[in-house]
């Protein structure tokens, strides 16, 4: 299985909500990422998990608050926020060793609309 | 911060002829990969390089490397309806695992 699924595909929501992103791999990779992409824009990384564990988080506001149940699950929770945090938030996944940097498997994306 | 710059930012061609993209990027890395992204969907590895290596073949894809220069070259050859799409350049650098992704090229192919 060689797929990295996302859920929900679609996902409107007011400024008081509370709401989860939901991500899941079985390829059994150790390294885990969110990312943000705007229109015409390329994809921006927001954080990254290795074994589990928040490895790199590039300033993202606290608005967005990642997890990272197990080595298969990744979450991103989101609260409060704004008109222009609407994008395409995609998630990956990719081995994680000491060897070197590898390929990233992407999901198809939820689609955000902040109202 | 967008490391990679790409060039042209887009690119229309007859099915049949080849696509030929630039990237250029800024500090040192340990590989580059280029991704491809149909409109709105998520992105699909392509090829990866490494620092040592100057070219890279998959299927109709060629990929070229010049770390003096700090550009990487995507050919696609015998193009088709289907390789229209966005394709995106990334560098890791200090971070193994942290791609930063160039502004990307958007291709067209006309059938």
């Known amino acids: ?115 | 911060s967008q490391q990679g710059e790409e060039d042209p930012q887009a690119l229309s061609i007859q099915e049949g002829e080849n696509a030929t993209m630039n990237c250029s990027y800024k500090t040192s890395i340990n590989n580059l990969q280029w991704y491809r992204q149909n409109s709105g969907r998520g992105l699909v590895h392509l090829i990866l390089i490494r620092s040592n290596e100057r070219e890279k073949h998959s299927g109709r894809l060629r990929v070229t490397l010049d770390t003096s220069k700090k550009s990487s070259s995507l050919l696609i050859t015998a193009s088709r309806a289907a390789d229209t799409a966005s394709y995106f350049c990334a560098t890791d650098g200090r971070y193994g695992n942290k791609l930063v992704f160039g502004a990307g090229t958007i291709l067209r192919v006309k059938s």
């Open chain 1, 1 to 115: 299985d060689t797929e990295v699924t996302q859920t929900p595909k679609h996902l409107v929501m007011g400024m008081t909500n509370k709401k989860s992103l939901k991500c899941e791999q079985h390829m059994g990779h150790r390294a885990m990422y969110w990312y943000k992409q705007k229109a015409k824009k390329p994809p921006e990384l927001m954080f990254v998990y290795s074994y589990e564990k928040l490895s790199i988080n590039e300033s993202v506001p606290s608005r967005f608050s990642p997890e990272c149940p197990n080595s298969s699950l990744l979450n991103l929770h989101l609260h409060a926020l704004q008109p222009e945090d609407s994008a395409l938030y995609l998630c990956a996944s990719s081995p994680q060793d000491n060897r070197g940097t590898y390929e990233q498997y992407f999901g198809p994306g939820t689609r955000l609309t902040v109202t």
